[in-house]
């Protein structure tokens, strides 16, 4: 495993990162899902992509820069296969959609820079407390999943304006 993608990633971040590439290349076989090509390129580009979401086209531009035979229709199909199978999470971004990879197990909630589309977890699940008195019986509600994306600019954006 070379650092195509990125020239400054470091040696231990490319063990953690085949680490993780393992995971979600097993991930996959559970579900079901072929190890093709192209799934293997696109989840590489999101473990080594700094937590951002990008969307269909910018996926794309790093998949052809790796394989060139790749073209767009089969990056979206993938993207959208991904999706359907909880691998990916698709979430909508200044209107457009835009996809990461789904963190099922650690239950995150991002702040999303708008400058840089930089994304970092929230401390805490907001919405927990709210899920509680929701789920007593005089609210009758039972809460299955939610979605809490806070957007706004990081430090290093503030910084800079
Ligand atoms: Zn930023
Ligand atoms: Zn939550």
């Given at each position: 495993m070379t650092s195509w993608l990125n020239p400054y990633i470091t040696y231990v971040q490319v063990i953690i990162m085949n680490d993780q590439i393992q995971q979600f290349y097993d991930l996959l076989k559970l579900k079901g899902l072929k190890l093709t090509p192209a799934r293997k390129i696109m989840l590489k580009i999101f473990l080594t992509g700094e937590n951002k979401f990008l969307d269909a086209v910018q996926v794309y531009d790093q998949v052809k820069r790796t394989?060139?035979?790749?073209?767009f229709s089969t990056v979206y199909r993938n993207l959208e296969t991904l999706v359907q199978n909880a691998v990916v999470e698709k979430i909508t971004l200044e209107g457009k959609a835009a996809y990461t990879l789904f963190e099922k197990q650690r239950h995150r909630h991002h702040m999303i820079c708008t400058s840089c589309r930089k994304t970092t977890p929230l401390?805490?699940?907001?919405v927990k407390e709210l899920e509680n008195i929701l789920k007593r019986e005089d609210n009758g509600f039972l809460p299955i999943e939610h979605k809490v994306e806070i957007y706004g600019y990081c430090k290093d954006c503030r910084v800079r304006e």
């Open positions: 394989d060139s035979r790749i073209n401390p805490y699940c907001p």
